[in-house]
């Protein structure tokens, strides 16, 4: 009987996994909690190899943080270009709630080491959440030019906006219950939207 034996793992392959067990490592142990033999249990590689890939932990580190944003990112810019109307804030709202929550793993590890990290804050901060911002910021342009948001500043719109995607992802731990239904979940992104769009003044 013929034996085929499966083939080894790419060095993508073998990167990818390293990066996953790092996520979920950082997430719950924290970076200085986890050590490099930890990563490489997880990853089910040998410690050598996490060094033929990354110079240190702190390079998988802020791979981890910044390319998971980047995805995100990616995400956000989708969602706002296939947005069928400026008005319809609440589906990009939910969506992104129930994106974010996947992703709760990676939000926990940026929101602590950033703390701990300035170069991680700053990397973040130029290669995501400025992008982010500049995108968001085009496209509220765009809809105060053609008469259907006011004329205002619309980096100050954008940033407001992105604020509340941001709370938007952690709502499940933050304003609604871990067991939300997808009706709550739905009710809390109309909400949002409808603060966002409308504010909290009763029209004259």
Same mark, same amino acid.
């Given at each position: 009987? #013929?034996?085929?034996?499966?083939?080894?793992?790419?060095?993508?392959?073998?990167?990818?996994? @390293?990066?996953?067990?790092?996520?979920?490592?950082? $997430?719950?142990?924290?970076?200085?909690?986890?050590?490099?033999? +930890?990563?490489?249990?997880? $990853?089910?590689?040998?410690?050598?190899?996490?060094?033929?890939?990354?110079?240190? *932990?702190? $390079? @998988?580190?802020?791979?981890?943080?910044?390319?998971?944003?980047?995805?995100?990112?990616? +995400?956000?810019?989708?969602?706002?270009?296939?947005?069928?109307?400026? *008005?319809?804030?609440?589906?990009?709202?939910?969506? #992104?709630?129930?994106?974010? &929550?996947?992703?709760?793993?990676?939000?926990?590890?940026?929101?602590?080491?950033? &703390?701990?990290?300035?170069?991680?804050?700053?990397?973040? &901060?130029?290669?995501?959440?400025?992008?982010?911002?500049?995108?968001?910021?085009?496209?509220?342009?765009?809809?105060?030019?053609?008469?259907?948001? #006011?004329?205002?500043?619309?980096?100050?719109?954008?940033?407001?906006?992105?604020?509340?995607?941001?709370?938007?992802?952690?709502?499940?731990?933050?304003?609604?219950?871990?067991?939300?239904?997808?009706?709550?979940?739905? &009710?809390?992104?109309?909400?949002?939207?409808?603060?966002?769009?409308?504010?909290?003044?009763?029209? +004259?």
């Amino acid at each position: 009987m #013929r034996v085929f034996n499966s083939s080894p793992p790419s060095e993508a392959q073998t990167r990818s996994r @390293i990066l996953q067990a790092a996520l979920k490592l950082f $997430a719950a142990q924290g970076f200085d909690g986890t050590t490099t033999r +930890d990563l490489a249990q997880a $990853a089910g590689v040998a410690e050598g190899t996490l060094f033929r890939h990354f110079p240190n *932990k702190k $390079a @998988i580190l802020v791979e981890v943080a910044t390319g998971g944003w980047v995805d995100i990112l990616t +995400d956000l810019l989708t969602e706002l270009s296939e947005m069928g109307s400026y *008005k319809a804030v609440a589906q990009v709202m939910r969506r #992104r709630m129930w994106n974010l &929550q996947k992703n709760a793993d990676l939000m926990k590890v940026c929101f602590m080491e950033v &703390q701990f990290h300035p170069d991680l804050r700053d990397r973040i &901060q130029t290669e995501v959440i400025e992008k982010m911002t500049d995108v968001a910021e085009a496209f509220f342009q765009t809809a105060m030019d053609k008469g259907i948001y #006011r004329q205002m500043d619309a980096n100050l719109v954008a940033k407001v906006f992105l604020g509340m995607f941001a709370i938007a992802g952690f709502s499940n731990n933050t304003l609604m219950q871990p067991d939300a239904s997808p009706q709550q979940m739905q &009710q809390m992104a109309e909400g949002l939207a409808d603060i966002f769009l409308n504010g909290v003044l009763a029209k +004259d």
